[in-house]
């Protein structure tokens, strides 16, 4: 299984906005950190901020910044949001197959899949910014240092 690109900027939007918390940053600063599209990540952040992920300030002083502590945000909930498909094979979505009455690979396809999810679903944004990773990520990033929590 591959996560769309979609999928890899909502990720990384939240793990940069978590090692800026409490902070606002610009999705300029995001994209230029990550030396990703700008135009992109405005429709990321656009849908963050639609599920509630992250908050948006329009205008003079304005920005963004988590909707909710990194706790909250569980991984496998964001990648259930932002990923359009996750049929792994076209026997997930209805496509037809030669095979599909005595095939076995859908149903060993659909555990794979649920057992990616489940670890998903027990990470947290939390987890990723862990006290190990943060500060690394933050130096990597550019972020001088991390703003007391």
Not at 111 to 126: G, I, K, Q, S, Y
Request: glycine share 10%; hydrophobic share 45%.
């Amino acid at each position: 299984m591959r996560l769309t690109r979609y999928t890899d900027y909502a990720l990384r939007t939240l793990i940069y906005l978590g090692l800026r918390e409490p902070e606002q940053c610009s999705i300029a600063e995001i994209a230029r950190a990550y030396g990703i599209s700008e135009n992109h990540l405005v429709k990321v952040v656009h849908q963050l901020g639609r599920l509630g992920l992250v908050h948006t300030l329009r205008g003079r002083g304005g920005g963004i910044r988590l909707g909710r502590p990194p706790a909250e945000i569980v991984i496998g909930a964001v990648v259930r949001e932002t990923e359009e498909d996750l049929a792994l094979v076209e026997c997930f979505s209805g496509g037809a197959c030669a095979i599909t009455a005595p095939c076995r690979l859908k149903r060993v396809l659909g555990e794979a899949l649920a057992a990616f999810l489940a670890v998903l679903d027990r990470t947290t944004l939390a987890d990723l910014l862990g006290a190990e990773a943060g500060p690394e990520m933050a130096l990597l990033l550019g972020i001088p240092t991390l703003p007391a929590a």
